[in-house]
């Protein structure tokens, strides 16, 4: 049996959920480890609820029977004398990492940020991550309210979703970079209006007093704050962002599925190259993404699918 962590925010589960649907396409025995990262208080939850994504859940036996997690007595001065005997294994890197498809049993951690790890399910996830009224369910009702009419707005306009990160981008510039300058943001802005002149962009932030300022100062035309969505209540901005026909992305996971899950044919994609500074990312784009440079240069252009 195989077991993947599950880690992070929703964007980064979504991709260790994509790889455990390549590896039961696979036939491979596998379980999701929900109870390491999310079984603690954490200010991060588990989300894919709101995808009506289902997976099996490791028991915690079957985690400690991976890891050689044990606690009791034996195990513990057993560990001492001869090691820890465990199967776990850690992505190399930041690509695509063949390996974790051949060990096995195996308990995988690792954020899997690449279309490769799940090449086969392709069109059973898009036929499967689907938000449903359930995202609607426990919040207050003029937030409710508030989110469909930012989706009747976008789903009636050449909506554009343009996310700008902040929080832990600003406290770890050197684990981030600085990819999504706003030069960046401005190539993205007159890269799609040039192709769509009526385009209004719909501007998805965590730090939205800055952004609102910032738009204001950088930018003319159609621009929509999405306001009232908090940590716990992302999935709603992700719902949102995937709606909209075009996406201007941030260098983030969140961003990346905002665009993946957007079933227009014809949408135009940018993205900023590199994605986090001077790391190697290159298996994180694809195909027909419009990679921008942080001086606002046009490194590829291409469509994501032609008539």
């Not at 609820?49 to 034996?74: C, H, K, M, P, S």
Request: charged share 30%; aromatic share 12%; with cysteine.
């Amino acid at each position: 049996m195989d077991i993947i962590r599950m880690e992070g925010g929703l964007g980064n589960q979504l991709f260790q959920y994509a790889l455990y649907r390549q590896l039961r396409f696979m036939g491979r025995t596998v379980k999701m480890d929900v109870t390491t990262e999310y079984g603690r208080e954490h200010d991060r939850q588990q989300m894919l609820w709101a995808l009506d994504a289902v997976y099996e859940a490791a028991t915690q036996d079957e985690i400690n029977r991976l890891t050689d997690g044990f606690t009791d007595l034996l195990s513990r001065i057993r560990r001492k004398l001869t090691g820890r005997r465990t199967k776990r294994y850690a992505e190399a890197d930041n690509n695509f990492d063949p390996q974790v498809f051949q060990k096995t049993p195996v308990y995988l951690t690792g954020y899997f940020q690449s279309e490769k790890y799940f090449k086969d399910v392709d069109e059973i996830l898009h036929g499967e991550l689907r938000f449903s009224d359930r995202i609607y369910d426990g919040i207050p009702g003029t937030l409710a309210d508030r989110i469909k009419n930012y989706r009747r707005q976008i789903e009636g306009a050449e909506s554009v979703a343009l996310h700008v990160r902040r929080g832990d981008y600003l406290e770890h510039p050197e684990m981030y970079g600085v990819s999504c300058t706003t030069e960046y943001y401005r190539a993205g802005v007159r890269y799609i209006r040039e192709r769509h002149p009526d385009a209004q962009f719909f501007v998805f932030t965590n730090d939205p007093a800055w952004t609102e300022q910032w738009v204001q100062e950088n930018f003319t035309g159609n621009f929509t704050l999405i306001r009232g969505t908090d940590e716990g209540t992302g999935y709603l901005d992700l719902m949102l962002m995937s709606q909209c026909k075009h996406q201007i992305m941030a260098n983030s996971s969140f961003s990346w599925w905002g665009a993946w899950l957007n079933p227009n044919k014809d949408k135009l994609v940018t993205a900023p190259e590199p994605w986090f500074g001077d790391r190697e990312c290159r298996d994180i784009y694809t195909e027909g993404m419009i990679r921008i440079s942080p001086d606002g240069g046009i490194r590829h252009k291409e469509r994501i699918s032609e008539e």
